[in-house]
């Protein structure tokens, strides 16, 4: 492994208060020197940074990566290339694949592959529930051994109050959180996007605000209870940032995260009937989107995570209400977030911590996730343009998920190289 030195960049790091300019030196896999006392002497390979930031590389809480099963619309393999070009150094991988990540051998599986196929690190997530059925709880003290960061039905809820109450005890005891797909099934049934005037003109069903909240205020309720932690995924309305800012002045256990879609696009999306833009819980409205950035700038919020919902085209390419839900997302998030910093709405510093330091804090240590880069964490940065322009162009990205809605969008912040364990997994064409 070449040893590499980035040069010259503006390095920012959440997690240490560090924003400043100063070249890093990556030796075996590791941070070896930042800035100052004298340069290691070694054999590097230089990039140049001008211009650029140098940050811990992403992580992102929220991946689908379909393998195994649906290897038609994602492989680990293709999903972590996805990562790379993205700037996500760590993916957490939802169990919602063919079988299901619901017993050791799978997780053992997934890690297996990820190892030997993939790019970035990958750390799977458990099923709470045996085929996500919501009925009896998986193997989660097993999964657990075998190196889960917490259990999730994502995709799926889980409708008995019951068996929640049963999964957050055991998950408490093994010290992990619960991660939970807030949707309570009776009001969320049958509808395709946000309910309200849109719905109503596409002459689709909705799917109400209320469906998140109502579960939401279960799960915090049970969280309460039962003292366990829990991480609530895709939080899309100001209702879910009210409750959970409640909950947390009330010292419940309870972390959060926003996805790039939700906290930037809006329900007039799906006017088009775009089938891209169907997702789960649905594009809602800017007051939700208000609160959602008032949420991540407050701290009820602390992760910004892609939901990375890579669908083959045959899928989408039928009727709106046939339609499964899901954007590809790994490759545009820095774009679309840029977005918000370039309008005024969120400081660079805060959107990266928010993929940084952030999530590594609801992973917790021992899954080699730091979030952070000081003399001596694994060499995993990401170099970005904040200001390089490009157009979303989806026959480039590397998953095979091409199902985004912002197909031939200008973006205006681009990953020039991803590095991950000292490994340079990504970089630019002509860089
Ligand atoms: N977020 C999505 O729109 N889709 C997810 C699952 C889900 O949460 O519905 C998927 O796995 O495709």
């Not at 896999?29 to 990039?47: F, N, Q």
């Not at 075998?146 to 049963?166: E, H, N, T, W, Y």
């Not at 849109?198 to 109502?214: H, K, M």
């Not at 959602?292 to 899928?315: F, M, R």
């Amino acid at each position: 492994m070449k040893s590499i030195l980035i040069k010259n960049g503006r390095f920012i790091d959440p997690e240490q208060s560090n924003d400043r300019h100063t070249d890093i030196a990556l030796i075996d896999g590791k941070v070896a020197w930042i800035g100052s006392g004298t340069l290691p002497k070694d054999d590097y390979e230089i990039i140049d940074a001008s211009g650029m930031i140098v940050a811990p590389g992403f992580i992102d809480l929220h991946t689908h990566l379909r393998q195994p099963g649906f290897e038609d619309k994602e492989t680990i393999a293709t999903g972590t290339m996805a990562a790379a070009r993205g700037g996500f150094t760590t993916i957490c991988a939802m169990p919602n694949t063919n079988p299901p990540i619901e017993n050791r051998s799978i997780v053992d599986y997934v890690k297996c592959v990820a190892s030997s196929e993939g790019i970035v690190r990958v750390l799977p997530i458990g099923c709470i529930s045996k085929g996500r059925k919501g009925e009896i709880l998986a193997e989660l003290g097993e999964m657990g051994t075998a190196g889960v960061i917490g259990f999730s039905d994502d995709g799926s809820p889980v409708p008995g109050a019951r068996l929640m109450k049963q999964a957050m005890e055991y998950a408490a005891g093994l010290g992990l959180p619960i991660i939970d797909h807030c949707e309570e099934p009776s009001l969320a049934e049958g509808g395709q996007v946000n309910e309200g005037i849109i719905a109503t003109r596409l002459g689709l069903a909705g799917i109400p605000n209320a469906a998140e909240e109502t579960m939401v205020a279960r799960d915090i309720a049970l969280a309460k209870l039962t003292g366990a932690r829990i991480h609530l995924c895709h939080i899309s309305t100001k209702g879910s940032v009210d409750l959970i800012r409640n909950a947390k002045a009330d010292s419940v256990q309870v972390t959060a995260e926003a996805t790039p879609h939700h906290l930037t696009l809006t329900e007039e999306r799906c006017l088009g009937y775009d089938t891209n833009s169907k997702v789960n819980p649905p594009l809602r409205t800017q007051t939700d989107i208000d609160a959602l950035i008032a949420g991540l700038i407050d701290g009820t919020i602390e992760a910004i995570a892609t939901d990375h919902a890579p669908h083959s085209e045959n899928d989408k390419c039928c009727e709106f209400a046939l339609a499964p839900f899901g954007i590809s997302g790994l490759e545009t998030a820095l774009g679309s977030l840029m977005k918000l910093v370039h309008n005024g709405k969120i400081p660079l510093p805060l959107i990266i911590e928010k993929l940084t330091a952030g999530p590594a804090r609801i992973i917790g240590d021992g899954f080699g996730a730091t979030g952070s880069l000081t003399v001596g964490d694994p060499a995993d940065v990401v170099i970005f343009d904040p200001k390089a322009e490009w157009t979303v162009d989806v026959s480039k990205f590397a998953s095979k998920g091409k199902n985004t809605p912002l197909a031939g969008e200008k973006l205006k912040g681009k990953v020039i190289a991803t590095i991950y364990h000292g490994n340079i997994v990504y970089k630019e064409d002509n860089r």
